[in-house]
């Protein structure tokens, strides 16, 4: 019967039993003897789950002892994290213990029966955070609300499709600051929520409402970047629609973006982010070279770093922070392995990168494509920017670490030694390590490529014996 507390409200262990044990140690435990109030935020942090308390463990705990029970039962924090998959019977004691504390939900399933939805809706006033899982949950939730829960500030939804109707977005919760959607269809005809501080979208579509399906389109995502310049955390997985038009799109400012990551859709040039401090970025079957905007949000947080390993290989291109904060993760993977178009995209980043001001920090760069794209990276790292300024990319190249033998000593050497000998106010940091990976161990080969003497024999390489 729901709102029955009969056996959670009698502790397991005996009178008789507990005096016993008590008389035998004659002494509390140091547990027993903290005062009321530390005790309750000793068990509240013990209880503390991935969202919040667990039902589960609040009942075993109970048992304890009466105290244990009565200090329970009389933090309504304890009793605030509802999470119902099969069984609601817990929800009407829930709601009773947690008075009048903001409520965390969880609904990844439930029974038909209403009883328990009502009781939830009847305290939406107290709603913070709701997780939808299951489909006929959220639909007669809805049915049952007259307006958006007013003091919500988190929303995730996952696998159910948002009908054009919903409650929780026509309009949407005044104070909501969280939104997170994932595999899921929303109607064309959504409005994007204002003021988030975190948004994350994962393999959206969307319905026009002549009945066909879309990813997503570019244009919808700048409207919800629009609606929320605000964003702290921003995360977006998935395809894309693009059309012609999206190239007007305006960029938009997140100038308190912390967290970004984004795998897959290509929508960097969407928005700029100059405090970032924590990028991961994957982009997926790259094609063809990609726009200067592309850059906009990565270059203020390459200019923060402190030490990167430049990775070229045959089918991928990746930035990655060996020192942190800030941390990046930025991996490009090409279409067929195509190592032309690797090096093309390396040197138009790097432009945009260095346009107007060097990145300061600590290179490593680690080569493992064939011959002629590696010595072109070289190429292009071994002569100043083309400019009156004549700066040098990745000045603080020291190390350069090389796939077995993949590049040839005589195009090792004619880089370390044109860095080297550079000239200006802005000159190179020599390079201070060659590193041949891929073996059983890695090798240090500078010594044998500086000692390298060319000779006819094609490919082959000579190095001068000591003595």
Known sequence: MYGSTEQMDQPSIDDKAKGTAVDQSHAPSSIDILPTELLERV???GETGYSGPEIKWISKWRRVSRRWATVIDCCPALWSYISVSNDARHVPTQLAKSKGAPLIIELSSGSGDEEWIRLLVDNVHRWKSIMFYCYSVMEKISAMLDSPPPMLEALEIYEIDIPPDSKFFNPPSPNLRVLELSKLTIPSSIQPISGLEKLNLSRIYEAPGDGTLAPISVRKLHQFLQASPGLQVLELSGDC???????????????????????GPPVLHLFRAEHCVDLTVSLYSVKEKLPPATWTPVVPILRRAKELEVRVSTYSLSIASLVEPPTIRLRLDLEHGNTDLSYSILEGMLQELENESCIS??????????KNIGVKV?????????????????????????YRKDLPYRSLQAFVQARANAEGDQTPKAVTSIIEFGGSRDKEILDEVMSYVPTRSDGKRAVVQAG
């Not at 999206?246 to 990551?261: F, G, M, R």
């Not at 920090?361 to 064939?370: F, K």
Request: hydrophobic share 40%.
């Open 43 to 45: 068990i509240c942090i």
């Open 241 to 263: 629609s693009v059309s012609a038009a999206d190239k007007s799109l305006q960029q938009v400012n997140l100038p308190n973006l912390q967290e970004l990551t984004v795998y």
């Open 361 to 370: 920090a600590r290179i490593q760069l680690s080569l493992s494509v064939d």
């Open 378 to 402: 070289l190429k292009l790292l071994q002569s100043p920017m083309p400019g009156p300024s004549s700066r040098w990319r990745l000045p603080h190249l020291d190390t350069v670490r090389t």
